[in-house]
């Protein structure tokens, strides 16, 4: 079975999905600020990262303030939906994308409390600020970010603000660091994204390093020293 198949399996079934979920859905914890973690992004991220932000964003806000239906995918199986207000004011199309791995460990941890709800919004701004930074146009999903930014889900615990749990870790164990998210993604990027990791669009990954370069130093340290 091809691997594309494969993880489509495991997202339908649930069966032990958190090895292979990881693979398509994440949030790469590079720095524990989620400013600076965005701007350790290569440029193959910056340009994914935001619309994966944008999807739990949608889901955390569609599942805890919206009403569950069962719909339809484009292949005529059954899956659970989520109505949203926003649905209503804008019948034409849908602001919000729709709810997807409702239960992936990074959409958890992201509706557990409002203050890793707000890291993930202030990751998903910068991110979409690195983007046109990197890019001088405007990321497609940056309107949904700010949406999220100005408007919090209702019932998300209001008073959960300053409180912040530990990060998931969305990763093969190999990479796992117990209690140090930053140390586990860092060793995550080098070991399995530093094949297509280039900074500034493209330029070569170690043949160049000057002051201010994106190309974040233990990247430097890991692979090109």
């Known amino acids: 079975m091809a691997l594309a198949a494969q993880l489509i399996t495991v997202i339908f079934v649930g069966s032990s999905p958190t090895r292979l979920i990881g693979y398509i859905m994440n949030i790469f914890v590079l720095h524990n600020s989620p400013l600076t973690s965005a701007h350790h992004m290569c440029d193959k991220h910056i340009v994914k990262m935001p619309v994966e932000t944008a999807q739990m964003l949608s889901t955390i806000h569609r599942v805890l303030d919206g009403e569950e239906y069962v719909g339809y995918s484009k292949t005529g199986r059954r899956i659970k939906r989520w109505t949203h207000w926003l649905d209503g004011d804008m019948p034409d199309r849908k602001f919000l994308y729709h709810a997807t791995m409702v239960n992936h460990p990074c959409t958890i941890w992201a509706r557990e409390t409002l203050g890793n709800y707000m890291w993930l919004v202030y990751h998903g701004l910068e991110l979409c600020r690195e983007y046109t930074r ?52 860092r060793k995550y990027y080098v070991g399995e994204k530093a094949g297509f990791a280039r900074w500034k669009k493209g330029i070569g990954r170690c043949d160049y390093r000057k002051l201010h370069d994106p190309l974040p130093e233990w990247f430097y340290v890991a692979v090109c020293v």
């Open 134 to 185: 990197r890019y001088n146009r405007r990321h497609a999903s940056q309107s949904i970010i700010e949406f999220c930014h100005e408007s919090w889900p209702e019932n998300i615990d209001q008073d959960t603000y300053h409180k912040r749990t530990p990060f998931a870790q969305a990763m093969p164990d190999e990479y796992k660091v117990e209690g140090d998210a930053v140390s586990a993604y």
